[in-house]
């Protein structure tokens, strides 16, 4: 039975392919606000959790509600501007950062305010002149950053971020961190953050641990 109080719900969900069961009765939900990690071993499967929940993948069984709604009713291009996925290895298109920048604009039909994007760039530790730069001169931790940057030009509802910060020295690491943080508490986003530390992420109301075998959730660590 969902959570008709969460904003997100995933309830009974598996996924396999072939003979490989990589995710098995996996259910917890997510309310506006909060800020759950997602851990465990190597291969257990997170990052396929977080594609499922995208709308990348489809689960082999179990559903997910959004907003009280199967997410099978809800157009994908819908979706997605309200549940926002970034990777850990971004894939940045066009020839510049503004290129980058400017999509989810443009997919709005909405004129860009350059000053706003040299703002968000330095709140994430880029110069301004990172809008113009080549996306192939960028570092991996300035393509996670601009990945992330992008994804939140349009404040979703929900945050899908799978080990963005695993290229980022500390200080980038604690000031990625505390960003998010406080679009949960003070914009109410939902964040689902997968990682393999989970002592570094200070912030998280809870953790999610998936078993090695099968994927199945332990218990949440309630902080």
């Not at 002149?129 to 991996?140: A, D, F, I, P």
């Amino acid at each position: 039975m969902k959570d008709t109080s969460a904003l997100l719900t995933i309830e009974d969900m598996g996924y396999r392919v072939g003979e490989n069961t990589i995710l098995q009765n996996v259910s917890f939900c997510v309310s506006p606000g909060e800020f759950r990690l997602i851990t465990g071993p190597s291969g257990c499967g997170k990052s396929t959790l977080l594609k499922i929940i995208a709308s990348l993948l489809s689960p082999t069984s179990g559903k997910i509600f959004f907003d009280g709604k199967d997410i099978t009713s809800i157009s994908p291009e819908q979706y997605r501007q309200q549940v926002s996925y970034t990777v850990q290895t971004p894939v940045l298109f066009g020839e510049t950062v503004y290129d980058n920048l400017i999509f989810p604009w443009k997919i709005r039909q909405k004129t860009p305010e350059p000053e706003r994007l040299i703002a968000d760039l330095e709140r994430f530790g880029l110069s301004q002149e990172t809008l113009t730069k080549s996306v192939s001169e960028l570092s991996g931790g300035e393509k996670q950053r601009v990945s992330l940057i992008r994804s939140l030009q349009f404040l979703p509802k929900v945050l899908l971020l799978d080990e963005i910060t695993s290229a980022l020295d500390d200080a980038n690491k604690r000031n990625v961190n505390d960003i998010i943080h406080r679009y949960a508490r003070d914009q109410n986003v939902a964040v689902l953050w997968v990682t393999h530390d989970a002592g570094e992420i200070t912030h998280a109301d809870d953790v999610i641990r998936l078993e090695a075998r099968g994927g199945k959730v332990q218990e949440a660590d309630r902080g």
